[in-house]
């Protein structure tokens, strides 16, 4: 069974790790061993990795596939736009050296 992401904010959950970790789009695109232009996809939702991608994207990150899947972000329901979490996104922004 392929490992999907669940939420429809996945691609802003997978920008707001990669901005905690400093990366650009292609920084993580060479650690993670896929194109930039997957990312931009991804980040923008346009696709959604799956199986040995995700895998390969919460590697490069420094997380899990579930921390990955989480919903860092929430959708306002006055302004229909999405705002994240601050409280859960710290909890990230800490790289083991």
């Not at 069974?1 to 904010?9: G, L, N, T, V």
């Not at 901005?19 to 896929?34: D, N, P």
């Not at 929430?74 to 859960?88: A, I, K, Q, T, W």
Request: net charge positive.
């Amino acid at each position: 069974m392929a490992i999907q992401p669940d939420s429809e904010s996945f691609g802003a959950t997978l920008s707001a790790f990669r901005l905690a970790r400093g990366l650009s789009k292609a920084a993580l695109a060479r650690k993670a061993g896929v194109t930039t232009v997957s990312i931009w996809k991804w980040e923008t939702n346009r696709r959604k990795p799956q199986g040995e991608y995700l895998k390969r994207i919460a590697i490069a990150l420094n997380v899990t596939v579930q921390q990955l899947q989480s919903q860092l972000v929430n959708r306002c329901p006055l302004c229909g736009n999405e705002h994240f979490e601050p409280s859960v996104l710290t909890q990230f922004t800490r790289v083991a050296s």
